[in-house]
């Protein structure tokens, strides 16, 4: 997936704001993005369409594609709304700064899952991941003296394992009727123990408040022992 523009043509994803047309309804680009996120929390993603979005607004279906030329754009432009301005990490200690940026990170995703396969995929950054990361580098910078340049690995850690965690899990596991029915249950014995005991019982969620921070708690650790930063 891509957004870049044609020679010559501005890119959605980093235009400046549009101004609202002479409409039968006002339309601008931040209302189409915003309906579209709407509907994408709701309905998930595969309920979003130029067609469905114009009957929402009550715009002729052209009227959206003077403000969003392609569905690839729209899709870019309702990440970076749904991603919206990083948390205030400012005056933190490195560990509590990283974790605060995480947890916060996690409730984009808990917010809006539609937004995690989108950022885990080819997607371009827009100003809101963008924001996000240079508050990271900001806290590695102004508390521990941290050039971009290292902490950018650190950036690329602690996201990875929130978008790892924030992953459902649970529908992808096989249940134990499953496994035993299969006669596995004696290569899997603890495993098995973990699992739902049927289809019924099978969740889709990622991990527990508790099992993320443990998760986090190991990894925020292990970035400040790598980078010899000082942990107070």
Known sequence: MTTDAAPGETDPL?????????????????AIVGAAVALADAEGIEAVSMPRLARTLGAAPMSLYRHVPHKEALLALMVDAAVGPPPDVAAETVR????????ANRGVFAAHPWTLPLVTGPQRMGPSECAWAEVFL??????????????????????????????????RAPTAAEVRS????????????????????RGAQGPDDELFELGLAAVVDGCVRQAGIDPS
Do not use: F
């Open 138 to 171: 900001t806290l590695l910078d102004e508390v521990a003296g941290m050039p971009a340049e290292q902490a950018i690995a650190l950036v690329h850690v602690v996201n990875a394992y929130v978008r790892g965690a924030s992953a459902p899990i649970g529908n």
């Open 182 to 201: 299969a006669g596995r249950e004696d290569e899997l014995p603890r495993l098995l123990t973990l699992l739902p005991s049927d289809a019924d019982t």
């Open 14 to 30: 980093w235009a400046p704001p549009s101004a609202p047309r002479r409409e039968r309804r006002p339309l601008s680009r931040e």
């Open 96 to 103: 509590e700064g990283m974790a605060r940026w995480a947890r």
